[in-house]
């Protein structure tokens, strides 16, 4: 059986330098297309949004952190991440699928409210544990040190 810190070298390697490498960019895509389908936990969903370049669809699997009655969704690649980029180019529109498809509003939380949503998504995704330098149990003074390079985006639904 593979231990933790097994696993972290394993997550750290596949977005080596804070980029998905070509071993990721196929797992991302098998495993947006299962959460798109609705397997695997109901917080686990497809992101889908335009490309801030291309103009194409992009779909991406992500973590959905419920917190406060609130739905999450968290960069554990910090706000170089291509999807964070690709939001707030289409002012927070987008679509998360998880057997459905739900057309949404991503709204960016500011750095000072993020600590408590961040220490919930390293309680709720074992694969950001590896990218985020705070342990889900620290305290939330931790988070709070770190809050403003990890972006949290409010889901809001429309229609």
Known sequence: MATAGGLHRLDRWLYRGGRPHRTARVLNRLGALQYAAGLGPRNWVALEV???RTGRLIRFPVVVAEHDGERYLVSM???RANWVRNVRAADGRAVLRHGHREEV????VDP????PVLRTYLQRAPGARAHVPVDRHAPLEDFARIA???PVFRITTLG
């Open 50 to 52: 335009r490309g801030r």
């Open 77 to 79: 690649l910090g706000r």
């Open 112 to 115: 000072g409210d993020r600590a």
């Open 105 to 108: 509003r991503l709204e960016e």
């Open 148 to 150: 403003d390079r990890y």
